[in-house]
């Protein structure tokens, strides 16, 4: 092997999945067959293991391909090799939930990956034949069905050079393109004078990649955060330290700006290819999302054709962008949304939510799918919201009325299901007798297996159902299940499982994720490096305990560019929004504290409040202290705001005005992250409450749960969270070197220790307060500049 050669690797999986498919999308076939992959690791061990002496499990097979100028190689690891008196046999496992009677062949994918392993070992053991086995079993019953059959070495050879010929383009597309990349990265330099602490925070996410470790940066608002992250892991990836970069955030206005960094790059003549992933009910092309051919003329034959759509593409333009891409797959007849996945894959940036690298039922299989390993680089922004997303991602319930529910639609129509049905039902309610509002538990394997037993059952009921609204009620619990089982299949010590009647009446069995981070690392293991980034990382052992599970991770406290003159904080200290204290005066003492406030200068400002009756009350008593007087004006968020009512709300604060404007916002909701009301804007946040979660009985368990591992459960459960978002609301204010503003924090608890614990460097800072001086405050604050 020539050293100086580069290589191409791929695996027989992806190899045989990426050339050999064709045909429709169609999500009414359900799909278990992938899908169970995830519950095969088991019963391909348990398989193995009972297999005799003759029987090599697990073997690591690798067939290089000299091509001109490159070097391809193909690696997998074929399930067994087992010696029999008439030769060689290659035994490909592929673990189902569908009946196999119903099974009359092996899969065309499955006997083609079966069909590469067979021919690299008969090529490197000189072999003139060799045995194929097809092994399928049935996880639920264990039952096994067998497809044998015999190649010559030569039907292989020109099989298998078939294959790879039609590969060979795709891998001399990314040598070529990567020697193009990595030449014009090296002419790149950082496009702005640097900030403040921004040069350093370069520095270390360079030499972190270098390392191939992670990083923890708490980076205040105007750090210039994103550029910080994206210049040097482009960097990085000129120096052969990365193949591809995945910018993952939580929201659409932070991938906006993710764009925009990459696009100022271009301006140096950087080459280099950026998709922004969308999702799939924003970019289909029909009025209802329905992916299957006989809805949608663009999921007939999609897989036909989609192929070359990306290749024309990929090598005719460097840019990616929605437009470009929807008017891709018009011109080839093909899914927008599963276009925009392949074209992923030859791609040198990806900018995602989180859910397609982290999510068990969304993430890119091809990335990061069992087997799948690169050298990603993986920057995270507004990280603080991958605790309770990854919480979200790793947990499943299963409602015993949804079950119930299905065995009443389906009882006459199909006795077998409706047994299976029945049998969980029973399980359920069992559990429910038990369970006197909630109850903990330590294991429910017996009801594992029983819903293994359904899953069998819903599989073949959707393979024949033509009843479109009772298939589409049974596949929802379908793809429930499956969650379910599949997070089973992932308890350990980072869980609790537990029932619990809801106030609704409905009964639920619930597996919580209490610390996400061992899920979240197993997908950062398929990566070299992870930056994560926030403007509220506070506290960083809190966001380091439940999204990393390694003790070497670096962190880094970016110093705050603006001059913190232009800045008032002041805590008041004669109110609170504990529920004991609650009451007319409470909320008429608020009121005042923000007519005051909006009296003292002529401005914007938001006040953010813990929920939405609380904000509702002191809504009401403000309007009515102001009665008559027009010097006010307000706008209030609703609870349901459609993408139009938002933009409108956020309108208010673009206009020229006489009056002051005050805003009432949800502390935690669409308007205390992500907004950038720069300058004059918003000249004020006064933060209501300590933003606590509500008590209910999921954070009593999560409070439980850190206590007993010697943590303290209350921070960990309520007071960190809640002041994540109390720092988020307050960062609305000062967004840019210009911007003046003053921060109100209204709550006697922020002046107790453990709050203030949590407070960034630049709030040391402050001032007390009460209703009948806080104007004096104020007025100084502004005559400081002239106002």
Request: proline share 2%; glycine share 6%.
């Amino acid at each position: 092997m020539n050293l100086e050669q580069p290589v191409i690797r791929i695996s027989v999986r992806s190899l045989v999945e990426f050339i050999m498919r064709s045909g429709d999308i169609d999500n009414r076939i359900a799909g278990a067959d992938k899908d169970s992959m995830l519950l095969g690791g088991k019963i391909h061990r348990k398989i193995q293991r009972r297999m005799g002496s003759d029987y090599h499990a697990e073997i690591g097979l690798k067939f290089e391909v000299p091509c001109k100028g490159f070097l391809l190689m193909i690696e997998g690891r074929a399930d067994g090799i087992i010696e029999t008196p008439e030769g060689i046999v290659i035994d490909e496992i592929k673990g189902v939930l569908k009946d196999l009677n119903l099974l009359k062949e092996p899969v065309g994918v499955h006997l083609a990956q079966a069909r590469c392993y067979a021919y690299i070992y008969a090529s490197q053991k000189k072999l003139e034949e060799i045995g194929i086995q097809m092994t399928y079993c049935n996880m639920e019953t264990e039952e096994m069905k067998r497809f044998q059959s015999v190649y010559s070495f030569q039907e292989l050879d020109t099989w298998f050079w078939e294959l790879i010929g039609k590969y060979e383009k795709w891998a001399r597309y990314q040598i070529q393109w990567k020697g193009k990349r990595n030449q014009s990265i090296k002419e790149i330099e950082f496009p702005f004078t640097y900030r403040e602490g921004q040069k350093d925070l370069v520095v270390s996410v360079y030499r972190t990649i270098l390392r191939k470790k992670k990083l923890f940066i708490q980076a205040p608002t105007g750090v210039g955060k994103t550029m910080a992250t994206v210049f040097p892991a482009v960097k990085a990836m000129g120096e052969g330290l990365g193949e591809k970069l995945f910018y993952l955030t939580a929201k659409t206005i932070t991938r906006t700006v993710a764009w925009q960094a990459f696009d100022t790059l271009k301006e140096q003549a950087l080459r280099m290819k950026v998709i922004v992933l969308t999702a799939k009910e924003k970019i289909c092309f029909c009025e209802e999302t329905n992916c299957n051919p006989d809805a949608c003329p663009y999921a007939k034959g999609h897989y036909d054709r989609v192929n070359d759509a990306v290749y024309e593409l990929i090598t005719t333009s460097d840019e990616m962008s929605r437009e470009i891409l929807e008017e891709q797959a018009r011109k080839w007849q093909v899914c927008p949304h599963e276009m925009s996945l392949d074209i992923a894959e030859w791609v040198d940036a990806v900018i995602c939510d989180y859910n397609y690298v982290f999510d068990p039922n969304a993430y890119l299989r091809r990335f990061f799918g069992e087997g799948n390993k690169g050298e990603y680089l993986f920057l995270i922004d507004e990280a603080h919201n991958l605790v309770e997303r990854g919480r979200e991602m790793y947990s499943a319930q299963i409602y015993k009325e949804d079950i119930l529910k299905i065995k009443k639609l389906v009882k006459d129509r199909d006795e077998k299901l409706a047994r299976k049905l029945n049998d969980c039902n029973k399980q359920l309610l069992a559990l429910r007798r038990e369970c006197d509002g909630l109850q903990v538990l330590d294991s429910v394997s017996h009801i594992y297996l029983k819903l293994m037993a359904l899953m069998t059952e819903m599989e073949r009921y959707l393979e024949d159902c033509k009843e479109e609204e009772i298939r589409q009620e049974v596949l929802n619990l379908y793809f429930s299940v499956r969650t379910f089982l599949n997070i089973h299949d992932r308890l350990d010590e980072n869980y609790l499982i537990y029932s619990e009647l809801e106030d609704s009446g409905r009964f639920k069995l619930r597996l919580f994720c209490v610390n996400p981070a061992n899920c979240l690392q197993e997908f950062l293991d398929k990566g070299n490096s992870t930056i994560f980034f926030s403007a509220t990382l506070l506290p960083i052992h809190y966001y380091k305990k439940l999204l990393s599970t390694s003790k070497e991770d670096y962190a880094i406290y970016a110093e705050s560019p603006f001059d913190p003159a232009r800045r008032q904080l002041i805590l008041g200290t004669d109110v609170s929004t504990k529920y004991t204290r609650r009451g007319e005066d409470m909320y008429r003492r608020y009121a005042r504290y923000l007519i005051q406030v909006a009296r003292t200068r002529i401005g914007n400002y938001i006040a953010f409040f813990p929920s939405y009756r609380f904000m509702e009350e002191v809504y009401e008593v403000f309007v009515d202290l102001l009665k008559e007087d027009q010097e006010i004006e307000y706008v209030m968020q609703s609870q349901y705001m459609s993408e139009e009512a938002r933009e409108i709300f956020l309108e208010n604060f673009e206009e020229d005005r006489k009056h002051s404007l005050m805003g009432f916002c949800v502390m935690g909701g669409i308007f205390s992250e992500g907004i950038d009301l720069a300058e004059d804007k918003l000249i004020g946040a006064i933060i209501i409450g300590t933003g606590l979660p509500q008590v209910c009985r999921e954070r009593e368990l999560l409070k439980n749960y850190f206590d007993a591992h010697g943590l303290r459960g209350f921070d960990y459960a309520y007071l960190y969270p809640g002041m994540n978002k109390v720092l988020q609301s307050a960062g609305r204010v000062i967004r840019t070197d210009e911007d003046r503003g003053v921060i109100l924090l209204l709550d006697e608890r922020f002046r107790d220790g453990r709050y203030q614990e949590t407070f960034p460097r630049e709030w040391k800072e402050y001032a007390l307060c009460n209703v009948e001086n806080v104007e004096d405050y104020l007025e100084t604050f502004w005559k400081k500049w002239g106002e």
